[in-house]
């Protein structure tokens, strides 16, 4: 893994954020991938979970998406990757402000493991 490969895919996260796209989130994922939402969630396990947890949150509860990726980083042994991102969104009636780091691993070009850790402040 390196770092060019890790920003390929989280470009293509962040695209299928901004989208709403159930069908391009699941293109970054291997076909039994984890997506960790956040440490303390249970993890949502394959592409059927993933969708179900993809089109409920962010297809319907999620409005006016604006999510940009930051620096990416590989580590010294190529093994995870690490990317800073910040999200902006409606979430139900509340506009928030999210900025989180995802560590993630690849098999080959897609995700087989992606855990955030993110902070949102609710705007006024």
């Known amino acids: 893994m390196n770092t060019a ?3 390929k895919i989280m470009e293509k996260y962040c695209k299928a954020w901004e989208n709403q ?3 391009l989130i699941l ?3 291997t076909k039994n991938g984890v997506y960790q939402e956040s440490p303390l969630a249970r993890p949502y396990r394959g592409h059927k979970a993933i969708k179900k947890f993809w089109d409920t ?3 319907k509860n999620t409005k006016n998406i604006r999510f940009s990726l930051k620096k990416c980083f590989v580590s010294k042994d190529e093994k995870t990757g690490f990317c800073e991102w910040e999200c902006k969104n409606q979430y139900k009636k509340e506009k928030h402000h999210m900025v989180g780091i995802a560590i993630l ?3 080959g070009s897609k995700i087989s493991y992606l855990n955030e850790y993110w902070n949102t402040r609710i705007q006024g």
């Open 105 to 107: 691993t690849l098999k």
């Open 57 to 59: 949150e962010i297809g």
């Open 21 to 23: 796209d159930s069908q």
């Open 5 to 7: 490969q890790v920003k």
């Open 27 to 29: 293109e970054c994922f």
